[in-house]
């Protein structure tokens, strides 16, 4: 589920999209598997579903808008016959949200087909896609996805991995394929790791690629380990071959999967998602002391930084904001006076535990400052003496350019307002945001992308106009 645009509220950095595939003996098993693998990814992106089956080498596609569940029936899994699949759920960061911009992406070329899914935004895309043009090219998505599929298809022989390795040569920014070619699964990660990938496998032999490990354990699969930055992976009848397409030594994994986005079950990079949160709770009760009678974090992602700010001050853990687990998507534009019941159909306090107490509210992030504002004041209308926010991570001055849907960056409320003016405007006692050093000690001092926090980004960037 989103944190994101409820009700015309956004408030929140926006899920990226989540990528499957499979390479097995079975043939009828790899739509259902895909299937349930991007059921465990949903969260990373509910506008389309799609899943593309390789029977042989002849790709048929079946995708549609909505969830997972609302997309594949029991007989279209049926019906996707093959010995490899790849799946995708979409959350749109590029490309207008339609059925033309649902992935897998298809495309034909001299000795076959290719299919392709792809997490993450190129920052050089629009170069690329004027060149394929004004070569004879045409493209029917706005999906910068498109450009590595047609330049794929545009390069390949006989040997199409020639082609996937050229191509990601070319290309710059943040990407995970799952590619379907000449009957052959391949997985891919950019040279600086920004987006995540994971191998795995199943008791029934079969190889699974994945955004978070999460997918592999729904399918009571065994995680072997993550997709090395600037690693092609290419998983066929003899197994496992690995490809190092790029010697970059410097690795820069999105901090905020972590932070937000992975579910706390994954392992991404070797670092258990839900232990690095609550370390980050952890680290931010040390930060900032505070005298309060009970600590609650915003359900879900700033639940594990709430128990570990509880553990550490010896505040207590509660229960207090009931999360509505039906709601979907719901994009109606409200009044003001709407807005708070808006918030409301999501999350309700529990005013049980909430009367008469100086509460500490966590919140996994403080991106634009509109839904805070508005939790802060159904607390307090729930009876709470005091309201103190904290972020369990830094604050966020500086758009995503890699495969995550930001803001303009004078829509994010830390790069226009001090700290004082933000405490303020949110109407918290006490607004405090996660160091960045602290930061890296909950991710155990490794390297990360921070560009959203310092703008110091691994690869170049556009300007916020292009």
Do not use: W
Request: with cysteine; hydrophobic share 35%.
């Amino acid at each position: 589920m989103s944190n994101t645009d409820f009700f015309g509220l956004k408030d929140k950095m926006e899920e990226e999209c989540g990528v499957f595939g499979v390479y097995s003996k079975d043939i009828n098993k790899v739509a259902q598997f895909t299937y349930y693998g991007l059921y465990s990814l949903q969260h990373r992106g509910q506008e389309s579903a799609g899943i593309s089956v390789s029977n042989f080498g002849e790709i048929v596609t079946y995708k549609g808008m909505g969830l997972a569940a609302d997309v594949f029936s029991q007989d279209t899994l049926e019906s996707l016959v093959g010995n490899a699949a790849i799946g995708h759920v979409r959350y749109a960061t590029t490309g207008a949200c339609r059925i033309e911009n649902a992935q897998p992406l298809e495309s034909r070329y001299k000795y076959g087909q290719i299919a392709i899914a792809h997490n993450g935004n190129l920052t050089n895309a629009k170069v690329i896609r004027e060149l394929l043009e004004d070569g004879g090219s045409t493209f029917s998505t706005t999906l910068d996805s498109e450009v590595i599929v047609k330049m794929i298809a545009r390069k390949a022989t006989q040997n199409v991995q020639e082609a996937i390795r050229s191509t990601v040569g070319a290309i710059k920014g943040a990407y995970a394929l799952t590619i379907l070619a000449n009957n052959k699964l391949i997985g891919v990660r950019d040279p600086y790791g920004i987006r995540p990938l994971c191998l795995g496998k199943t008791e029934c032999g079969a190889y699974i690629l994945a955004s978070e490990s999460c997918a592999i354990d729904t399918l009571g699969g065994t995680f072997i380990r993550d997709i090395l930055p600037g690693e092609m992976v290419i998983i066929d009848e003899n197994g496992v071959e690995s490809i190092m397409y790029s010697e970059n030594k410097t690795k820069a994994p999105c901090s905020f999967e972590h932070i937000y986005f992975a579910r706390p079950d994954s392992i991404i990079d070797g670092l258990n998602v839900y232990e690095s949160r609550v370390e980050a709770g952890k680290l931010l009760a040390r930060q900032k002391k505070i005298d309060a009678d009970i600590v609650i974090g915003v359900p879900d992602s700033g639940i594990p930084a709430a128990i570990g700010y509880a553990k550490e001050s010896g505040i207590p853990y509660g229960i207090g904001l009931i999360k509505n687990k039906y709601i979907g998507r719901t994009f109606i534009k409200p009044t003001q006076e709407l807005r708070e019941k808006a918030v409301m159909v999501k999350l309700n306090p529990l005013k049980v535990n909430i009367e008469g107490k100086r509460v500490i509210i966590i919140d996994d992030s403080l991106v634009r400052g509109t839904t805070s504002k508005i939790l802060i004041s159904i607390i307090r209308k729930a009876g709470a003496k005091e309201v103190h926010f904290l972020s369990a991570s830094p604050a966020v001055k500086y758009p995503c350019y890699f495969g995550i849907d930001t803001a303009r960056r004078n829509e994010l409320i830390a790069s226009r307002l001090t700290v004082e003016e933000i405490r303020e405007e949110i109407d918290a006692d006490t607004l405090d945001y996660l160091s960045l050093d602290n930061m890296y000690k909950s991710l155990k001092g490794c390297e990360y992308c921070v560009g959203c926090f310092n703008g110091a980004y691994p690869v170049d960037t556009p300007t916020e106009e292009e």
